[in-house]
């Protein structure tokens, strides 16, 4: 293979991925170690180890270059905001989150951010790159914003369709807990906007909600208000109509009474008149059998499912 077509090669392979490329595709692709280092710098401009961008390096190119570099990174806070059509500033430098391992690898022009976990239902692709939803991006966010501007971010992603009351629900319900940064602007935020529904401020209620998340669960309701609602005590836990179930949260505090144990047989029997099923679980169900809950909500509603289809 002549110098000419190693170049048409190189380029063919770094424009397919956006002008990037690695030292690792251009071996697999026949190119010895000597012919890549040779174009370096001259044809190829290195981003970082074994990562190379082609022609001048944008800041798309340097970026697509770190999500080579990071396998397990997404762009993520005011990086992916512009990206998904927030009215953020655009800035130079982009933010990519990694998830399960910390890597002392630099890049320049790439903040990189570290999170133990990140949820596959906060995660989407505009364009091919991987990148935060508009509702965990809004999370992220409110470490950086204040209350009012976190709420107009919010409202013009809910006024613009750019995501729904559900998915801002779910991702805010998983992301907020006791003493990290943003929990606050985001439940006060959330009683304004999402339907005047507090986000849980039980510590049974987020480890349920964050469970389920990660469940693979169809997507559910929180706070849901049943067609026979009669305002007794607050809604639902959480529900999925379209199999009629409904699931309860028992916290100690309320349910250590026999007038609370009474109310919930109550809601149960009026729930079952209309044809929905209400299962009910407790702190040690969800902290100490949580595959077990989750195997029972599944199962059920398969059952329900099939059964109203």
Do not use: K
Request: net charge positive; proline share 6%; with cysteine.
């Amino acid at each position: 293979m002549g110098p000419t077509e190693i170049d048409a090669l190189i380029v063919a392979l770094a424009r397919r991925a956006g002008g990037v490329v690695t030292s690792r595709q251009l071996q697999a692709a026949g190119l010895s170690r000597s012919q890549v280092n040779r174009r370096a710098g001259q044809l190829l401009t290195p981003l970082t180890d074994g990562v190379y961008g082609l022609g001048p390096i944008t800041a798309d190119i340097r970026l697509r270059g770190a999500l080579l570099a990071l396998p397990r990174a997404v762009v993520a806070f005011g990086s992916a905001g512009v990206r998904l059509r927030l009215p953020l500033p655009v800035v130079d430098e982009a933010t990519l989150l990694v998830t399960g391992y910390r890597s002392r690898r630099q890049i320049d022009g790439v903040d990189i951010r570290f999170t133990r976990w990140l949820p596959p239902s906060d995660v989407t692709s505009v364009g091919g790159v991987p990148m935060t939803t508009v509702a965990r991006t809004l999370c992220d966010l409110s470490t950086r914003y204040p209350t009012r501007r976190l709420q107009h971010l919010m409202e013009h992603a809910l006024s613009e369709r750019l995501t729904t009351v559900t998915e801002l629900q779910a991702s805010m319900l998983g992301w907020c807990c006791r003493g990290r940064s943003g929990t606050g602007a985001l439940r006060r935020v959330g009683q304004l906007l999402l339907d005047g529904e507090p986000l849980p401020t039980s510590e049974l209620e987020r480890r349920a909600f964050v469970l389920l998340r990660r469940s693979g669960l169809p997507p559910w309701t929180t706070q849901y208000r049943p067609p026979w609602y009669d305002g007794l005590r607050g809604a639902v836990d959480l529900a999925w109509p379209e199999a009629r179930l409904l699931v309860e949260l028992d916290g100690r505090r309320w349910h250590a009474t026999y007038q609370a144990q009474a109310e919930d047989r109550r809601r149960d029997r009026l729930a079952a008149s209309h044809g929905w099923l209400t299962v009910r679980f407790g702190w040690q169900e969800i902290v100490e059998r949580p595959s077990v809950v989750v195997d029972e909500i599944r199962h059920l509603l398969s059952a329900r499912l099939s059964r109203v289809g």
